[in-house]
């Protein structure tokens, strides 16, 4: 039987999250007048749609507008509205966090991956002093932004990062996007349930952190035993 040697996080939702945010009014106040110096007026379910998927990330392009750069002044918002929210003490840490410190004793390999930009991710993983427990930090990547969640290409990423096969991982995280960037990844999927959205599909649910743990645990204890018959 295989043993779990690695664990690949969400941050956003999963570790952190954000008091009062509401991405509508995220993206009227921030959003809009970043992109507007790129002379670009977008509606916010054609913004919706290429962040979940369901269009392009480069389909701005229509618009006459280089995708990337597009992407970079979103993310320049993200990161302001970042710096904002944590000088009003609005990003909380979910209060079981620091199980990754037990996982990491525990000699797993921990990685941190998200859509929002590296910059983003590292801010409010160093906010809290999270950083320190994980062995690689992936964010948004430029070169392939259509990688993005559920695209497989960070959780692949990570796991080469790691140097643990997919059967030897589990990827946590809080949404579909995380579950099916998971599968398609050919990696368990364990949904934290941090807001009552439960997802069916998920492999495994739990309902903190201290509870994966346990999961690992049993896992690869059970796992051992098994191989030592």
């Known amino acids: 039987m295989v043993i779990i040697k690695g664990i690949i996080f969400d941050v956003d939702e999963t570790l952190v999250y954000y008091e009062g945010y509401n991405s509508r009014k995220w993206f009227e106040k921030w959003g809009k007048p970043e992109i507007a110096e790129l002379g670009l007026d977008l509606d916010f379910e054609t913004y919706r749609k290429m962040v979940i998927g369901e269009l392009p990330r480069s389909y701005v392009e229509v618009f006459g507008v280089n995708h990337v750069e597009f992407w970079k002044a979103i993310d320049e918002a993200k990161l302001k509205y970042r710096k904002a929210a944590a000088k009003e003490g609005k990003i909380k840490t979910f209060p079981d966090v620091d199980a990754l410190g037990e996982l990491k004793k525990f000699g797993l390999k921990l990685a941190a991956v998200s859509n929002a930009s ?11 002093d999270l950083k320190k427990y994980f062995d690689v930090v992936f964010g948004k990547d430029y070169s392939y932004l259509d990688g993005a969640k559920p695209n497989p290409y960070l959780i692949e990423k990570a796991l080469k990062a790691l140097g643990v096969q997919p059967n030897e991982a589990l990827v946590v995280g809080d949404s579909y996007s995380d579950v099916l960037a998971a599968h398609r990844a050919n990696v368990k999927a364990v949904q934290a349930l941090r807001f009552d959205n439960f997802i069916g599909e998920a492999d495994y649910h739990v309902k903190d952190l201290w509870e994966l743990w346990e999961l690992v645990m049993k896992k690869n204890s059970k796992n051992k035993l098994d191989n030592t018959i």
């Open 118 to 128: 590296q910059e983003c991710t590292e801010f409010v993983l160093e906010l809290f």
